[in-house]
């Protein structure tokens, strides 16, 4: 019976052990880097499966990647929080040419770490998707935030024959998919694309300095793109560029709000068109290039109720391209759509509860509304309490609201208390106490006796 009630004890014991080790044992790890050394490090651990994908990543100090042979993550899951540090100096600089049937992803291990997606039909001329980017290249269900990236480059030389491969350029990430990035600011940042056709393939991507393309519900908030930055499509390729996104796609809403930029957004401007193949040489509605300062185009959203949100946002760079929305330079294309808003929808004020002082605030938007509930209190305080004395009435005071000042219960009054005399012999509760003080040293005492008789014994 002992043994068994001892293995029972044991078994409880290691349940509750590893409900308690659970959650450490499955949460994300996080890694503080605070040089370009470790930061290098630790992305080309998670690159080669040695770190998850979902480490999240803290910067402890600024990182100069000056001079540094920096590559970005490939696939990333994790956070990237910058802690409110600046990364300067990344660069991406890459010269790829292919030959006729050449698939991008067997031109060499460099050019392996680019490829998002290598389609399995490569022959009809659609070889997959490529990215290009300084800090993430396929970004899923990640956060960027807290940072300033500085004077960094992506620069592409791609030069096909018949290839058709989909390419997406971002200072942050190239191909984003239910992420968010805020508090990023990108100060002198360059994207720039040099894409040369083949008559029968036109190439077709997405740029933007923040990021590429996004998939999904996407939040980018409390961003900035300085004017020494641009991004530059202006050569033979069909792009959609912009300073923020060069294109958000379907299944989830994007909201860009309390975001600036005065960069220099360029598209097709000066695109020598004769490389496109004959329906598109000289048919300027068939040429991609939108150009805008927020999103160049949009998919529509697939989910029923779904509207993008372009919040807040300014710009007062310079926007060129073969086509731009004249109507707002925010964003381009929209694709005959109807749920792109540049207000906020009317919030339902749900959540918040009316106290006796304030309109209850909705933990949405943070306003105030409703009525005051005047019976809803807070924490209490006794105000107006004192002692009484021999000579004078003493109160337990009030108890009043301490956000409102209402009394919420009135005290009562003690009275005079005047010293003990043979008239006046001392009130039951004094009496009892003074009893109960000496059993407690009788008790204390009989105790002392009982343990020295033991120790004589």
Not at 87 to 95: Q, R, V
Not at 229 to 252: L, P, Q, W
Not at 296 to 323: H, Q, S
Not at 344 to 363: N, R
Request: hydrophobic content about 40%; charged content about 20%; overall charge negative.
């Amino acid at each position: 019976m002992k043994k068994a009630l001892s293995l029972l004890v044991t078994a409880a014991m290691l349940v509750a052990m590893f409900a308690v080790m659970a959650p450490a044992a499955f949460a994300a790890e996080t890694k503080t880097v605070g040089t370009a050394d470790e930061l290098i490090d630790v992305v080309t651990k998670i690159n080669a499966g040695e770190l998850p994908a979902d480490t999240n990543i803290t910067l402890s100090a600024d990182i100069d990647l000056t001079g540094k042979a920096w590559k970005p993550l490939k696939v990333y899951n994790g956070t990237f929080d910058g802690n409110g540090k600046t990364i300067t100096g990344a660069a991406i600089d890459i010269a790829i040419s292919t030959a006729a049937n050449e698939k991008l992803n067997g031109a060499g291990p460099e050019r392996n770490t680019y490829v998002i997606a290598e389609y399995a039909n490569a022959s009809d001329g659609n070889y997959g998707e490529a990215g290009f980017a300084l800090l993430a290249i396929k970004a899923e269900n990640a956060t960027f935030k807290n940072f300033t990236l500085k004077d960094g480059s992506v620069k592409n030389a791609f030069n096909g024959n018949n290839r058709n491969w989909q390419s997406h350029y971002g200072g942050v990430v190239a191909y984003m998919v239910n992420g968010t990035i805020s508090n990023v600011d990108l100060v002198n940042l360059d994207v720039v694309i040099h894409e040369n056709a083949s008559d029968n393939q036109p190439f077709l991507g997405f740029a933007g300095i923040m990021a590429g393309v996004t998939f999904g519900p996407t939040t980018i908030e409390n961003c900035s793109v300085d004017g020494d930055s641009s991004v530059n499509a202006s050569n033979n390729a069909k792009y959609d560029v912009a300073a923020y996104i060069g294109r958000h796609s379907t299944n989830g809403a994007l909201t860009v709000k309390n975001c600036t930029t005065a960069a220099t957004v360029t598209a097709c401007a000066t695109a020598d068109r004769s490389g496109f193949h004959d329906a598109q040489k000289n048919d300027t509605s068939a040429i991609g290039c939108w150009a805008a300062a927020i999103v160049a185009r949009f998919n529509d959203n697939t989910d029923e109720g779904v509207y993008d949100l372009i919040l807040d946002c300014t710009n007062t760079g310079t926007i060129t391209g073969a086509k731009t929305n004249a109507d707002n330079l925010l964003v381009g294309d929209l694709n005959t759509r109807t749920d792109i808003s540049y207000e906020a929808p009317e919030c339902q004020h749900t959540g918040g509860e009316a106290t006796c002082k304030d309109k209850a605030v909705c933990i949405e938007c943070g306003e105030e509304y409703g009525e005051i509930d005047s019976d809803n209190h807070g924490e209490t305080k006794t105000v107006g309490a004192k002692e009484a004395t021999e000579t004078e009435e003493g109160y337990t005071g009030d108890k009043v609201c301490e956000d409102c000042g209402e009394k919420l219960e009135t005290g009562v009054t003690i009275p005079v208390d005047p010293p003990a005399t043979e008239e006046n012999p001392p009130k039951t509760g004094d009496l009892m106490l003074a009893v109960s003080a000496l059993a407690l040293v009788a008790a204390a005492g009989a105790v002392v006796i009982a343990r020295k008789r033991k120790i004589e014994e």
